[in-house]
């Protein structure tokens, strides 16, 4: 049974440049959340999706991030532009459809900017 | 809105010590709760949960009870080991009006255990 999986693990990327992380949810789960965490600091919400649809992008910025769950493929949070203060661990979280269900983390994906 | 508010870190024991981490939650409806554990360099895995008011959560020796009149969650353990070391979360789970799991986690407490 394979957990959420994200990819990369890593990645490194100048100013101005793009970013696009992936997550695969867990199997038979249709809710994918992003999180960011900055150094030394907890989970900050950015959005949560559901197949094709984006529930809520309370915690998005409004510019340079989009997200995406397309019907077939993984989740996509697309950075567009990067600057230094982008650089953190970004983590996709996925449930079944349960008011009682727990989330299931990725590894997580580590974007430091240069 | 929701919320949770738990114990600033870091918090150093040593091994064999009894642990507390403190957390509150500020919750419209009923919630479910849950802490979360980090180990470095890793993504977050569940420890236990509470679905209910005086529902106790407990996992490798770990325990919360779900307190709805105090509006706590406070993590404790016994004898905590050197491989306890890690940061935990304490979070929330609102269904919402859409019926939807918003979670809203606490900024976490960094745990070290020393020998």
């Known amino acids: 049974n394979a957990g959420v999986m994200q990819n990369p693990r890593h990645l490194v990327r100048r100013r101005g440049q793009e970013a696009r992380l992936r997550c695969s949810p867990m199997?038979?789960?249709?809710?994918v959340y992003w999180y960011r965490q900055l150094p030394e600091e907890g989970l900050k919400f950015m959005v949560y999706?559901?197949?094709?649809?984006?529930?809520?992008e309370s915690g998005m910025p409004k510019e340079r991030f989009s997200a995406e769950f397309p019907k077939e493929g993984p989740s996509i949070l697309r950075i567009q532009q990067v600057v230094r203060g982008d650089s953190a661990a970004y983590f996709c979280?996925?449930?079944?459809?349960?008011?009682?269900?727990?989330?299931?983390f990725g590894e997580g994906s580590r974007l430091t900017v240069l | 809105g929701d919320s949770v508010t738990q114990m600033e870190g870091p918090v150093t024991l040593s091994e064999e010590a009894f642990l507390t981490i403190n957390c509150t939650y500020t919750?419209?409806?009923?919630?479910?709760l849950f802490w979360y554990v980090q180990y470095p360099g890793e993504g977050l895995q569940l420890l236990l949960k509470?679905?209910?008011?005086?529902d106790k959560g407990s996992n490798k020796g770990f325990e919360a009870t779900y307190r709805k009149e105090t509006t706590s969650f406070h993590l404790e353990k016994g004898s905590v080991q050197v491989s306890d070391s890690a940061v935990y979360f304490c979070?929330?789970?609102?269904?919402?009006?859409?019926?939807?799991?918003?979670?809203?986690f606490g900024s976490g407490t960094k745990l070290n255990v020393k020998p």
């Open positions: 979280a996925s449930s079944p459809l349960s008011r009682t269900g727990e989330l299931f």
């Open positions: 199997k038979g789960h249709s809710h």
């Open positions: 999706l559901q197949k094709e649809n984006i529930i809520d």
């Open positions: 919750a419209t409806g009923y919630p479910s």
């Open positions: 509470a679905t209910k008011a005086d």
């Open positions: 979070a929330l789970s609102d269904g919402g009006v859409y019926n939807f799991n918003k979670f809203y």
